[in-house]
């Protein structure tokens, strides 16, 4: 976990291009790679650094994968969240309507 192996991509054609945004991430590594407390997940910064970058990166990947739902797909979430507010709701009407009468003998409904 102390090493610095995230910030070398393995794949020799994801390397930083001559491009600017290429010389910004290599420099930014460079820069990450002479701060050792960064890369130590037992420092509490470092902790909390890599912790960023792994959540970053997931939700990169999460995002990257997801895919828009077709017609079909999105009837099928509609109605089973549709069915799941009724079912919910009725049982809320339910329970109101059985504790009022119980409220009011308990109270003594003047």
Aim: aromatic content about 10%.
């Amino acid at each position: 976990f102390g090493s610095s192996t995230w910030l070398r991509d393995p794949d020799p054609s994801n390397a930083p291009t001559p491009c600017s945004s290429g010389r910004i991430r290599g420099a930014m590594a460079d820069k990450l790679k002479s701060l050792p407390f960064i890369n130590d997940k037992n420092n509490p910064i470092g902790w909390f650094v890599q912790g960023g970058i792994e959540f970053a990166k997931d939700s990169q990947r999460l995002v990257q994968r997801c895919t828009k739902p077709d017609a079909k797909e999105f009837k099928k979430i509609a109605v089973a969240c549709s069915i799941g507010f009724a079912i919910m709701g009725f049982i809320g009407y339910t329970v109101k309507l059985v504790f009022i009468p119980i409220n009011n003998i308990i109270v003594g409904g003047s």
